[in-house]
């Protein structure tokens, strides 16, 4: 297989992985972490702070601890880019506070074990199996 072909085909694995489950997952686990309703999170508008944070830190996993772009973690949360971004450097001040970066970190092995065939290899390619159950 060339590179090229290998390049499309591990593009379309991680697309099936990428868009509902994702965020489903990461606003599940997420809603539990911040005691928000998940449907809090899906909401248009910010919401209250305790509301907002927890959405920042969910596009903040998606964007750091799965690696997509800016702009996918805004069409996965129905935000724009540059929403994400102002959401990752919240979350990244906010991760100078012990606890609060301890929480991130946990957040994130939690929905990665949760969702382990979906989740970055050492090559930070994503798993064929992804999206099967």
Known sequence: MRP??????????IQACRPTRLRGLIEDVGSN????EPQQLRRATRGR?????ARQVAMYIAHVG???SLTEVGRLFERD???VAHACGVVEIRRDDPDFDEAVVL??????????????G???????TCGAS
Do not use: D
């Open 107 to 120: 957040l994130e092995l939690i929905v990665r074990a949760v969702n382990g065939s979906c989740a970055l």
């Open 4 to 13: 090229s072909e290998r390049l499309v085909l591990q593009h379309s694995q």
């Open 33 to 36: 972490v911040f005691a928000v």
């Open 122 to 128: 050492e090559t930070g390619s994503f798993s064929p």
């Open 66 to 68: 799965y690696g997509l």
């Open 81 to 83: 880019r540059t929403t």
């Open 49 to 53: 702070a305790k509301i907002a944070l």
